[in-house]
């Protein structure tokens, strides 16, 4: 594929205006690290406290919520939706009236599905087309985050999250499927309203790459998964370990990012998250509550993110990678230590996190 005529390649075939729209990939030459760019983002508009220019937060009144009815607001139809859990009243259950959870089109995307996802020179440097798709998985109630839901409605969002997976993985040109959530401003949510999102894009993004092939080098080098040598000795140690049930286990991790980061594994090995089997639902929407409620219960009201890291939609259970939930509390902010070096520093040890997170519920009392 490479063309000979090196010059030729190598020459920009027109310099970037700055103030055109650009959505592309570029590649870091040095680390490798691929960036998006995204200009588009720029039009969406700020809820909260980014949106101020004091800094203060601004409360959004619920009848200016572009999520209270999403498709009046201007959005399309909804991708897939589910009722509210309900008596299993069957006429209730197949109208779009109640709706519980839906999935949209994120109305200021970040990636575009109608751009080729081609690799292109430019210059020294590497990008690729922004092709992608970007979702965002809404629920029903303005007020109601997800650790104020109840575990089977818990398990809607998570049914969702799975339902558009599936969907996006068969399209051959998705690498990557991330599906996060942000609660609050400082966690980069625009809109107070809780909601989640779904990326799906042609790459493996950095974080996830590393994670990926960090795990693959040890099972290469130990013929074990990382994650399941990992929990095995948490289990037996159970300092860091903050709540369990039948088929996940909630750990602070040993080399935190983050002041009370937390992980929630599968205890089973599993390295796709979209395969959870229905059984499981439940659990993982427990241990996902227990999670959130305990770290309010710790810190107060707090802004926090949390995202699924699972292997690439390319490949089908792997024995390398082991999906899990990762949650970060936004309460620290980085500092030039952080931002020079990579390294981050715990003020907060995480076995004194798990402790604290593990009596959270009798402190309250
Ligand atoms: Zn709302
Ligand atoms: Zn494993």
Known sequence: MEKKNKAAKDAP?????????????????????????SSARQSRPLFGASAQKDGSAKILLIKDCPFEDPQKSGNGDALFWL????????????????????????????????????????????????FGFHEVVVTRDHDR???????????????????????LEKDERVDYILIYHNQGSLAGASVMHPHSQIVAMPNIPPDI???????????????KCVHCVMLEFEMKE?????????????????????????????????????????????HLSEALKDALTRLSAVLGEHDYNFFIHTSSARVDSVPYYHWHIEIFPRTYKWAGLELGSGIEVLPIPPEQAAENLRNAFKKAK
């Not at 994120?106 to 081609?118: D, T």
């Not at 790459?209 to 013929?223: D, F, H, M, P, V």
């Not at 080399?255 to 059984?279: G, M």
């Open 13 to 37: 075939k027109e310099k970037v205006p700055p103030s055109k729209l650009v959505a592309e990939f570029r590649r870091d030459m040095v680390s490798g690290d691929w960036v998006l760019v």
């Open 83 to 130: 009722p509210r859990p309900s008596d299993g009243k069957k006429e209730d259950c197949e109208k779009f009236d109640n709706w519980f959870v839906q999935v949209i089109q994120n109305k200021y995307p970040a990636v575009f599905k109608n751009i080729i996802p081609e690799y292109e020179n430019y210059g020294p440097f590497k990008k690729q087309g922004g």
């Open 145 to 167: 985050p997800i650790e104020k839901m109840e575990i089977d409605e818990i398990s809607l969002v998570f049914r969702a999250y799975q339902q558009r997976y599936r969907v």
């Open 209 to 223: 790459s590393r994670s990926i092939n960090g795990a693959l080098l040890y099972y290469e080098k130990e013929k």
């Open 238 to 282: 159970k300092t860091r370990v903050v709540f369990e049930n039948e088929c996940f286990i909630t750990i602070a991790p040993f080399a935190s990012k983050v002041p009370y980061e937390l992980r929630i594994f599968p205890k089973q090995h599993a390295s796709d998250f979209e395969e959870t089997p229905d059984n499981c639902l439940a």
